[in-house]
């Protein structure tokens, strides 16, 4: 911890005299500029130790020759690798808190007592406060802030776990529930009101040596103490840092279109300019070439200043609320208010000026760059392939004929589809371990013979009242034959299922109409170790290492592992990146403007009038849109 001797003689009385006592809301506006510097430092910090132990991870994951998914994840964890790699991520969690978090409490205490607020001085004293968080009550908080909190939205929570979240298949299980839907909203309402009773946990660690047993207690203590004035702050400042963020990033937003908007409405769209071949033969760029280059350049370095702006007001703000809740502390906890100290009324000018002046050169070379090479940055021959999830999505019921015709009538690429097998060894499609939610029969395909199943009568999920049969594997067949790619979903499979299905596909002659697919990698390490003519694909969550090193055609990966480095990996492998299953807008658009090759979903309406709407937009607007993915990774 950072402290100040404590001198209570008359000299040291009337040097603190001379420090000039101003209000909060003074010192935070003049304080700004190095909480601006602050979080740009700590997080251009974070990146080298970051990197080193991400790698690492994939290092020894990827041991061996095998990759760690869960798909494979029961193998993972009566492996060596688990511990070492459980060690690590504890490690690499440390970093994030002791950068973003621990760093950032001791900087604004230093702000707020009058104090120089370096920077390695401050992760210094958080490296040292590590050691009080080697015990439960210490290992709880640290979890807690992983996972609970980016989960409920209230209190800390660092970058490497803020996009967490239920994936969305399980999310659909959960919401359809009524009973789990309760128990879920109810587990969310218990994490918020331990993060408000915890809200000063970290300051109390940190800055009065507590242990978080005790940290938690004085926490609690405090927020009850002073609750009406603390709650009043702390909504107060929420709502208008939620409202300047809000405004500003609508404002900046905006700011390209106003500027080359109009510009950006007369250039053609889709213009080619392959720069890389006029270089080679030597011939030169016509006038329009020229035009169309300058306002790429021009719409890049506005697009790119815009978010940089955009960064600044979210980074100040978030410092912003720190130094909020530091000074609550201190306030709260009987210590010395805000002193204002003289040093940062001296600033050096010069070297921020030219700070400024480096940044937009750097831009302008960004720009450059960007601008000249847009075609082979930006552009792409083949718009991404869309798989109907559950044979038509939502434009049928679900694994029936019926979405099969809808798949095919919209121009699917492929279908998905799940296999299970009868009691009697005949392969029906149904996605549930039972019939109980589309029939009301509760009980498993494995249970019953085909005939059984085929008297059963399927709940049309569309609305229209229409009857339905369970369909088999063979009549799947006999409709995408020539007509669609068929995704084969092995459920509850084994090497068994994936020799019948093999030799039933063949005896229909739809190899090439068909691929293997499956959450369970054995199976499809299996499949496309004895029959490599047939495409296979894995589908999973998460991963750690290289995920082109499974033995698949097909890497089928959930939103939050479709990031660049795993595509482009896989593209380097010369196999398909996939992604599943996405179903809403803000997905939709980061997916169908991105080098993934497929999307699985259930929305084919909406992804075609996404399509529609990316393929309608100017080079300023596809600007906007791939930086915006790229911020959003």
């Not at 504890?90 to 604004?108: K, N």
Request: charged share 20%; with cysteine.
């Amino acid at each position: 911890m950072i402290k100040t001797k404590v001198d209570t003689s008359q000299t040291s009385q009337k040097k603190n005299d001379d420090i000039q006592k101003i209000p909060f809301y003074k010192l935070s506006l003049q304080a700004l500029p190095e909480i601006w510097i602050f979080q740009i430092i700590i997080y251009l910090i974070l990146t080298i130790p970051a990197l080193l132990l991400l790698g690492l991870i994939d290092w020894v994951a990827g041991i061996g020759g095998k990759i760690v998914t869960t798909a494979n994840i029961k193998s993972f964890l009566f492996s060596w690798k688990f511990p070492v790699i459980l060690v690590m991520i504890f490690l690499l969690v440390l970093v994030y808190m002791v950068i973003e978090l621990f760093s950032q409490i001791y900087f604004t205490e230093c702000l707020l007592k009058g104090q120089k607020a370096g920077i390695i001085k401050c992760i210094a004293a958080g490296i040292k406060s590590v050691k009080r968080f080697m015990n439960f009550g210490g290992i709880m908080t640290i979890l807690f802030i992983l996972i609970a909190a980016p989960l409920c939205g209230v209190g800390f929570f660092i970058s490497l776990s803020e996009s967490f979240y239920i994936p969305n298949f399980i999310m659909e299980v959960v919401l359809k529930n009524p009973l789990y839907k309760i128990g879920y909203f109810a587990l969310i309402v218990f994490f918020i009101l331990i993060a408000y009773r915890s809200i000063f946990i970290l300051h109390a660690v940190l800055l009065d040596n507590m242990t978080p047993n005790e940290g938690r207690k004085y926490s609690s203590r405090l927020v009850k103490e002073h609750r009406a004035a603390f709650l009043k702050r702390l909504l107060l400042n929420v709502l208008a840092v939620v409202a300047i963020i809000a405004l500003s990033g609508v404002f900046f937003e905006h700011l390209p279109g106003w500027l080359l908007g109009n510009l950006a409405e007369t250039m053609p769209k889709n213009y080619n300019i392959d720069i890389k071949t006029i270089m080679e033969s030597g011939a030169g760029l016509s006038d329009l070439d020229k035009k169309v280059i300058m306002y790429r350049i021009a719409s890049v370095f506005v697009v790119i200043l815009e978010k940089y702006l955009t960064a600044i007001v979210t980074l100040v703000c978030g410092g912003y609320l720190m130094l909020v809740l530091t000074q609550s502390y201190l306030e709260y906890s009987g210590k010395e208010g805000p002193l204002w100290p003289q040093r940062l009324k001296n600033g050096r000018y010069i070297g921020k000026v030219m700070l400024i002046i480096g940044v937009f050169i750097l831009f302008a070379l960004i720009s450059i760059g960007l601008g000249v090479f847009y075609n082979s940055i930006y552009g792409r021959d083949d718009p991404v392939k869309i798989v109907a999830h559950r044979a038509g999505g939502i434009m049928a019921s679900e694994n029936s004929l019926e979405g099969l015709y809808k798949s095919i009538e919209h121009g699917c690429y492929a279908a998905e589809i799940d296999v299970q097998r009868t009691k009697d060894g005949y392969y029906i499609i149904n996605h549930d371990n039972d019939f109980a939610r589309l029939t009301g029969v509760a009980k498993t395909p494995q249970e019953m013979t085909l005939a059984e199943i085929k008297e059963l009568t399927i709940q049309d999920t569309t609305g229209n009242g229409q009857e339905l049969s369970v369909p088999t594997f063979e009549e799947m067949l006999d409709v995408t034959k020539g007509k669609i790619k068929l995704f084969i979903e092995l459920k509850g499979g084994d090497h068994q299922m994936v020799d019948d299905l093999v030799r039933i596909i063949r005896e229909h002659d739809c190899v090439e109409d068909t691929a293997l697919v499956s959450l369970n990698y054995d199976e499809i390490d299996y499949a496309e170790t004895n029959y490599p003519e047939f495409e296979t694909g894995t589908l999973f969550f998460a991963s750690l290492g290289d995920v082109s090193k499974l033995n698949c055609d097909l890497i089928v990966m959930e939103e939050e592992s479709a990031i660049d480095i795993n595509i482009y990996s896989i593209h380097k492998a010369g196999k398909q990146a996939m992604v599943w299953t996405v179903n809403t807008e803000e997905g939709m658009y980061k997916f169908l403007d991105s080098t993934i090759d497929g999307v699985v979903t259930d929305e084919i309406p909406m992804a075609e009038n996404v399509q529609a709407v990316l393929d309608d937009r100017t080079d300023l607007e596809v600007i906007q849109d791939e930086l915006v993915i790229l911020i959003y990774e």
